[in-house]
């Protein structure tokens, strides 16, 4: 089965930065669109970044110019580098398989999701 594990969150200072990552197995990795996405405590989730197989990049305007979105076909992980982190990036991030762009919420697979707190 579609597996998808995420890594790297954790407690960062407001100005910090962290590179999540997202093992995936159980797909054909490089033939899938991969996302990011992420909620806050009573918030909806929302999109972050998607990138498609190709590797065309997109991204909320929220993190556009501090979050890059990257995927290494050979071992099947799929990154989130994020820089300039804010109070307002506090979430749960969750890697996804995506089934269409990355705004339209379209998944067929999520991860558990890894918290990311960013002190003021």
């Known amino acids: 089965q579609v597996q998808l594990v995420e890594s790297g969150g954790g407690l960062v200072q407001n100005g910090g930065s962290l590179r999540l990552s997202c093992a995936a197995s159980?797909?054909?990795?490089?033939?899938?669109?991969m996302g990011w996405y992420r909620q806050a405590p009573g918030k909806q989730r929302e999109s972050v970044a998607g990138?498609?197989?190709?590797?065309?990049?997109d991204y909320a305007d929220s993190v556009k110019g501090r979050f890059a979105i990257s995927r290494d076909n050979a071992t099947s992980t799929l990154y989130l580098q994020m820089n300039s982190l804010k109070p307002e990036d506090t979430a749960v991030y969750y890697c996804?398989?995506?089934?269409?762009?990355?705004?339209?919420?379209?998944?067929?697979?999520w991860g558990q999701g890894t918290q990311v707190t960013v002190s003021s």
């Open positions: 990138i498609t197989r190709g590797g065309s990049t």
């Open positions: 159980g797909i054909i990795f490089r033939l899938n669109s």
């Open positions: 996804a398989v995506l089934r269409g762009p990355i705004a339209s919420m379209l998944v067929s697979n």
